[in-house]
Structure formats: structure tokens, C-alpha cells
């Protein structure tokens, strides 16, 4: 679907014409340049490669470096396709958030969730723990208790939920209405909560037709 790449600013929050309350987050969106466009012919399937935020050629691999030449770009930080952009777009075109977007629409946000290091069962899924006092036991409050069966199957299932790291992984959050678009900023404004820390990468799409 067609969409943009763009940086989490953080969260805040505006009146409605109701005067209700509603937490928004700001996202800063393009411009995003084509640095190759997929044709059915060449590549097998129809898509628009765009780029977002500029790289030294310092930090870019030669092959990289040659991929954006061809182009007529500079080195960019991320590299996204998307498919099905209403107008016809060539190499070095620029896109900004108000070619793509309109407010009212309905968007989804990509990005990789915040880390949050090696947890427990009770953080991580949700277990309930103990809850009460043991019968002289100290630390069992928020132990995961028995994970096996007995000799039949004599293994742990897959799946089982234990502790480990949770967080730092690619979440999608569905259709967060479009509050605000100001092109001269380059920004967006969506209601609710988008993933990530301030400042790490986002893509917007809109949703499938």
C-alpha cells in the first residue's frame, strides 16, 4: 500500500470540537525521495523503493553507494517499498506528506517496539503470581511454577510462555485516525500511541482498499 517513511517525535495531546481530550503522537514524515522504481518486466512485481534521512557516503557500502548514483540521490538511512502510489513517480522524485496523506484518513504505523531486557513471566505475560503468603517459602511470589507434564510426554511443550526478552520487536498498530497534517513542518499528527522511543524510525502506510 502506498505510504512514507518517517521519525517518532514524541506524544502530546489536543482538544477535539467536543472539547474532549485526545492523546496524539507527532510523527515527523518525508520527504521521501525514489531511489528505484520495481517494474513487472525487470523485477517480476510493481513497486516504488523510497528512501528517508541522509547518510555520510562515509557509512554507506560502495554497492549502496552506486545503487543511490544511479539514482540521482544522495545516501539515505532507510530504504521501504510500497506499492499501488496513484501517480506515476521516476527516480530522484520527491515525495512529501502532503502528497500522500489527508486528514481524516486512517493510517497504519510499523516500527520496532521499545526494549525492555530480560523480564519475568509476570511482566512479560501477565502471570498473576502467588498473590497470597507460602507456606514458608520466600520467593516464590512471581515464579513461573511447573512448566513439564509428568513422564508422558516428559518434555516441554513449544510455545510455553517463560521469561526472556520482551520488547524490541516489529509492531504494527492499525488504523490511527490522521488528527492533523502540516506539510510546512513535514509533520503528522495521529491519534493514540505509535511503537518505538523518540526518534526511532516509523513507516505509515495507508490500509489496504
Known amino acids: 500500500m502506498p505510504g512514507l517513511i518517517g521519525k517518532k517525535i ?8 467536543a472539547g474532549k481530550n485526545i492523546p496524539c503522537t507527532i510523527l515527523e514524515v518525508g520527504p521521501c525521495v525514489v531511489t528505484q522504481v520495481r517494474t513487472l518486466e525487470k523485477d517480476g512485481y510493481e513497486a516504488v523503493q523510497l528512501g528517508f534521512g541522509d547518510r555520510s557516503e562515509k557509512r554507506t557500502s560502495k554497492a549502496m553507494q ?3 548514483k544511479r539514482a540521482g540521490v544522495a545516501p539515505k538511512r532507510k530504504l521501504v517499498e510500497f506499492k499501488h502510489f496513484d501517480q506515476e513517480l521516476q527516480p530522484g522524485a520527491e515525495l512529501k506528506v502532503d502528497d500522500v496523506f489527508a486528514e481524516g484518513e486512517f493510517v497504519s504505523v510499523s516500527g520496532t517496539s521499545k526494549g525492555k ?3 519475568g513471566v509476570v511482566k512479560r505475560h501477565g502471570f498473576g503470581g502467588v498473590g497470597q503468603a507460602t507456606h514458608g ?3 516464590r511470589l512471581r515464579a513461573p511454577g511447573s512448566v513439564g507434564a509428568a513422564s508422558t510426554p516428559a518434555r516441554v511443550f513449544k510455545g510455553m510462555r517463560m521469561a526472556g526478552q520482551t520488547g524490541n520487536g516489529r509492531v504494527t498498530i492499525e488504523n490511527l485516525e490522521i ?3 502540516m506539510p510546512e513542518d513535514g509533520v503528522l499528527v495521529v491519534k493514540g500511541a505509535v511503537p518505538g522511543h523518540k526518534g526511532s524510525m516509523i513507516i505509515i502506510r495507508k490500509p489496504e482498499a
Open 117 to 119: 531486557g530480560f523480564q
Open 10 to 17: 514524541g506524544m502530546t495531546s489536543i482538544y477535539s470540537a
Open 179 to 181: 488528527v492533523k497534517v
Open 66 to 68: 552506486g545503487h543511490f
Open 137 to 139: 517459602q520466600h520467593n
